[in-house]
């Protein structure tokens, strides 16, 4: 396969100054993004004009009388990264309080409230750092989205801030990176393809980003959550004695001895606090269960011991642990204290001894990913029978992590990723993937982020066949079956889509193999979910979408039964690409007769409009009825008629469409996620003006409402145009950047008809817009499709790479006919003319791979 992010130089260069795209590019030029312009001030705050000019240097001062000082930097638009200031001088070592919002609305001590809610950024939106002296104030830690960042004094004192910035932690696409790009007559159509582009860049994670788990702070080695790493040349250790000191941050202290085969199965020590007191001691024994399955770190925990003790330690202060292994007796003791001697092998009732490994330590997550074990280590001694030094390191230096080997000095993030937002969640769902997989391969043709999502999730796919629909980046690469990860019928059934989308843009075989068993065990759970009439049926435990805030949705749902009819037209097209032929055909049966069973039951001909569900027939939701017509589902010739019914029904805002009407009782908050589905049925019914109108009001909304504006798309819009959650709002969310595609490929009017752009159409819609032009990536090289109208009359321009081919369609309107000219690849001259057709709306050609013009 040809690299798909291949961007054609020549034609994007060549293109005249007033439709330059590169200017849109909203992506950083340089490793870190620096502050742009200071919107608030408070207290004493000193040479701000001087430091955004970078003439010189910012002061903060709180004096004991006075208030505390503090300014907003704005960095132009939203920003994902570790943030940083450098300070040339500080006075009484004062609490520096930092904190970050998306929207200009909450810029307060406490920025927008809700941080990460995984360790792949900062779990809070505010740090508070003692500055002890001059040099980089930083928490390492990635904030994950944000354009505001408020720096406080919270203590009398002084700072003299020189430079501030965060190091970019998302994916920088440049122009140099854009092997898509579109660029129109309309400067609001333009804003709105590039805002989302980098929406979703915003929430593409590259590989290797986040630091390990375990962290040498303040010359202590930190160790937290869900880790565990043990020394790699320890293999060989029987007879131990182990020393080192630990201090209690939440919840637990772990270490491992006799740990095989680099941690995959060992002897787990520890000590457990409640109330600010280490009151108990166990001895567990862990396994990962799978010898032939290394990449499955899923561990079998099994406890051989616990111990109240008598005199509790307290557990904040630093204790000096000394553990003894000679035989299979293991002997545990705390400032000299002994708190437990076991005779491990009359514990162990699988009579799995273990005769020697090495040493680590470990930690646990708790019944959430943020309850979690984390102590602090130092001064690290092993010695054998013979007292002799096996190993020893103070633990002070970040060189010491090499000598480790587990997942907690592994790079937490393998595998590029898309993130559902930057901020909040910051986990990979599938659903939001059916967005952001469209948008990746018309921006950048990032594939390898695309490529690692489906992998991460398909890793976690349940025994039941049902797929993960929301991993967390930081889980660590697994085979299925995993337990954990789903979360409804309809958002297992996106991966099907998922993989299938990834084929349609790359052509990529082997991968669709490679996933091809996932398919196989989701096909087979979906078949489970269908009733005699041929419906899929949902229930409280596996009914909830998009709008989980509306609860589950239950019976025959329209959605979720147009869902599956996708899937499986989907799956079809995948088993045919692997010469799968009968599966295929027996696939495209079922679809068929399950397009029969929605029509049948599902679908109010006299209202022209799919019912929300069989048990609420009065319901009507846009998704199931846009989804109706960009599947095919809606019977010939009633597509219009539907999203005319369908805008009458459903409330209409300033600012979109509600996705219910009031008869379900639903939320009525404008998602632009489902919307992005409307605006491609508008699209595909030809209802062009109505199309862009919705792009007017919602995403253009969303690219020029101060001071929520950020040069992102939002998650939800409220019905008087707010974030819809308030300061929780993800404005940064993937889902919501469905609007470049669609004008690509709509306006630009360029879509595959064949995996990997083998057929393609050319089909522009150009409403009242003076000229577009896009260029679209593709496995052989790139589409390039320029028009304009002058006149009323339509002049195309289209290259097209070898190995191609398509149709051509360009709007009849008032012509006669239409001429198409040009040079195949192989230089061969075409000249060509399509009459009008009084029962067709446009003038079609079947076009080879070259360059050619067409006029109408």
């Known amino acids: 396969m040809s690299d798909v992010r291949s961007p054609d130089r020549g034609t994007a260069e060549a293109l005249p100054l007033d439709t330059d795209w590169h200017p849109y590019v909203l992506g950083p030029r340089t490793p870190d993004v620096t502050p742009v312009a200071v919107r608030e001030i408070t207290g004493d705050v000193s040479g701000v004009e001087e430091f955004l000019a970078g003439t010189g240097d910012l002061t903060l001062t709180f ?24 300070l040339s001088r500080v006075a009484n070592e004062p609490a520096v309080r930092v904190s970050y919002t998306e929207s200009g609305a909450w810029t307060g001590p406490d920025g927008d409230d809700h941080g ?25 830690l990635i904030q994950g989205g944000q354009r505001y960042q408020r720096v406080a004094l919270e203590s009398p004192g002084a700072v003299t801030i020189s430079s501030a910035g965060m190091r970019f932690a998302a994916y920088a696409a440049t122009p140099d990176d854009y092997a898509g790009w579109f660029v129109s007559s309309s400067e609001e159509l333009n804003r709105v393809w590039y805002e989302g582009a980098y929406t979703v860049q915003i929430n593409q994670l590259p590989a290797n980003t986040l630091p390990t788990a375990w962290r040498i702070d303040d010359s202590v080695l930190r160790v937290k959550g869900g880790t565990l790493a043990v020394i790699a040349d320890g293999t060989d250790w029987q007879d131990v004695t182990v020393t080192f000191e630990a201090q209690l941050v939440e919840r637990a202290i772990g270490w491992v001895v006799r740990a095989q085969e680099d941690g995959a199965r060992g002897y787990l020590c520890t000590l457990r606090a409640t109330d600010g007191r280490i009151d108990s001691f166990e001895l567990v024994t862990f396994d990962d269960g799978y010898e032939d399955r290394p990449q499955d770190t899923v561990r079998r925990y099994s406890r051989l011991a616990h111990v109240e003790l008598s005199t509790p330690f ?127 391969f018309h921006t950048t043709g990032a594939e390898e982020y695309v490529r690692g999502s489906i992998e991460l999730l398909n890793g976690y796919q349940e025994p039941t066949g049902q797929s993960a629909a929301r991993v967390p980046p930081l889980m660590p690469l697994a085979v299925a079956p995993q337990h954990g ?85 989907f799956a079809a097209d995948l ?85 219910f009407n009031t008869q379900t009782g639903f939320r009525t908050d404008i998602s632009p996620y489902v919307s992005g589905s409307h605006l491609t049925a508008l699209f595909e019914a030809g209802l062009t003006d109505d199309a862009l ?44 950047s469905g609007a470049s595609v669609a004008l690509t490929s709509y306006i630009a009017g360029v879509r ?55 149709i051509v369609r360009v709007p009849a309107a008032d012509a006669e006919s239409a001429r198409l000219q040009g040079v195949e690849v192989d230089g061969g001259p075409i000249d060509l003319i399509a009459q009008s057709d009084p029962t067709t709306p446009y003038l079609e050609f079947e076009v080879p791979a070259g360059r050619f013009t067409v006029r109408t």
């Open 63 to 86: 004096n004991p009388d006075g208030p505390a000082p503090s300014l907003v930097f704005d960095y132009g638009r939203e920003v994902a990264g570790v943030p940083w200031l450098e």
């Open 116 to 140: 990460s809610h995984n360790d792949s950024a900062n779990r809070s939106r505010v740090e508070i750092i003692t500055a002890t002296g001059s040099g980089r104030l930083t928490s390492g």
């Open 314 to 440: 307290a557990a904040s202060d630093w204790h000096r642990v000394t553990t003894t292994v000679v035989g299979s007796r293991l002997t545990v003791t705390v400032d000299a204290e002994t708190v437990g001697s076991f005779e491990v092998a009359d514990l162990d009732a699988t009579a799995n001894l273990l005769t020697s490994g090495s040493f680590g330590f470990h930690a646990m997550w708790g019944t959430s990913r943020i309850d979690v074990e984390h102590a602090r280590f130092r001064h690290l001694t092993i010695t054998d029978a013979d007292g002799r030094t096996l190993f020893a390191n103070a633990l002070d230096n970040s060189a010491i992590l090499e000598s480790f080997v587990g997942d907690g000095v592994d790079s937490p993030d393998p595998l590029p990723v898309i993130l559902d937002g930057g901020k909040r969640d910051r986990t990979v769902w599938s659903g939001d993937l059916l967005v952001q997989i469209p948008n990746v």
């Open 485 to 569: 990860q789903t979360y409804s019928a309809a958002y297992s059934m996106h991966q099907i889509i998922n993989v299938a989308l990834h084929h349609l843009y790359t052509g990529d075989v082997d991968f669709v193999r490679e996933q091809w068993p996932a398919i196989l065990r989701q096909l087979d759970y979906d078949r489970s979910l269908i009733d005699f009439r041929g419906l899929v049926i949902t229930d409280e435990s596996n009914g909830l979408d998009w709008d989980w805030y509306d609860g589950a949705k239950t019976g025959a749902v329209t959605a979720y039964n147009i869902t599956c009819y996708q899937s499986l037209l």
């Open 575 to 659: 088993a045919a690409a692997i010469d799968e032929v009968e599966l295929s055909a027996t696939l495209r049966a079922r679809a068929t007769n399950l397009k029969t069973a929605i029509n049948a039951h599902l679908y109010d001909p006299e209202r022209h409009l799919y019912v929300l569900s069989e048990d609420r027939r009065a319901g009507v939701a846009q998704d199931a009825n846009a989804l109706a017509v960009v599947a095919g589902v809606v019977p010939e010739g009633d597509a219009v008629s539907l999203l005319r019914a369908l805008a009458e029904a459903l409330p209409r805002t300033p600012f979109g469409f509600s996705p």
């Open 693 to 736: 109108a919705l792009v007017h009001d919602l995403w253009g909304h969303m690219s020029r409402s101060d001071p929520h504006a950020v040069g992102t798309a939002w998650e939800l819009v409220a019905t008087d145009g707010s974030p819809g959650f308030g300061a929780t709002t993800s404005l940064a969310h993937g889902w919501a």
């Open 752 to 806: 595959p008809t064949s995996a990997g752009f083998h057929t393609w159409i050319i089909e522009p819609q150009p409403a009242s817009l003076d000229w577009a032009r896009a260029q679209v990536p593709t496995p052989a090289g790139p589409i390039h499709v320029s028009w304009k109208q002058v006149d009323g009359r339509l002049e195309l321009e289209l290259e097209a790479p070898a190995g191609t081919s398509g």
